[in-house]
């Protein structure tokens, strides 16, 4: 699997977690409510490919945002450095 789609994959993940979140803080049940009658298993996957899409995005997200990369060169090249 190339960078591009691990990226898209665990960005998709992420934007599920924030919805789950969502609708735990909100309405007091998420994900885990509507995979329980069909496996405990089957939303543990699911909360630990949230999480690993978490960590990988953290640990990849500059060089994978257009923003962030346009923003990072263009700092360097006005002499804002880091700012």
Not at 14 to 39: A, K, M
Not at 68 to 73: D, I, K, R, V, Y
Request: glycine letters at 14%.
């Amino acid at each position: 699997m190339n960078s591009k789609m691990l990226h898209m994959v665990a960005w998709i993940l992420l934007i599920i977690g924030g919805l789950n979140w969502l609708l735990v803080g909100l309405l007091g049940w998420g994900i885990g409510n509507f995979t329980d009658p069909i496996s405990t298993v089957l939303t543990k996957v699911i909360y630990i490919l949230v999480g690993l899409s978490a960590i990988y995005e953290v640990l990849t997200h500059k060089q994978n945002c257009r923003q962030c990369g346009s923003a990072s060169s263009m700092n360097a090249t006005s002499g804002m450095g880091g700012m």
